[in-house]
């Protein structure tokens, strides 16, 4: 059985830092593309960065300069970390591993983010 457990979440003040990790077991995922999303009460899912299987990353403009996605694949782990952080960061984080070929996709619970001003 698949499971992502994302940690690393909490309160911090505008400016903070929090360093995001998602472990996953059950299966073995250094060869699919794993990311990160966020969901804030209202609004959309939306991706905030992913990495591939050979460590190329993609970030959303609003947070570029700022977080920085990794992996470590022998401990099939991802990390997004996120340094100045704002007020609008505020969110329910969520690992994800992006489908591949016939292979679905996973989701994390998700971990909560809130940035006090």
């Known amino acids: 059985q698949v499971q992502l457990v994302e940690s690393g979440g909490g309160v911090v003040q505008a400016g903070g830092s929090l360093r995001l990790s998602c472990a996953a077991s059950?299966?073995?995922?250094?060869?699919?593309?794993m990311g990160w999303y966020r969901q804030a009460p209202g609004k959309q899912r939306e991706l905030v960065a992913f990495i591939t299987s050979g460590g190329s990353t993609n970030y959303v403009d609003s947070v570029k300069g700022r977080f920085t996605i990794s992996r470590d694949n022998a401990k099939n782990t991802v990390y997004l970390q996120m340094n100045s952080l704002k007020p609008e960061d505020t969110a329910v984080y969520l690992c994800?591993?992006?489908?591949?070929?016939?292979?679905?996709?996973?989701w994390g619970q998700g971990t909560q983010v809130t940035v006090s001003s």
């Open positions: 994800h591993v992006d489908k591949l070929e016939t292979l679905r996709e996973y």
């Open positions: 059950g299966s073995i995922f250094s060869h699919r593309v």
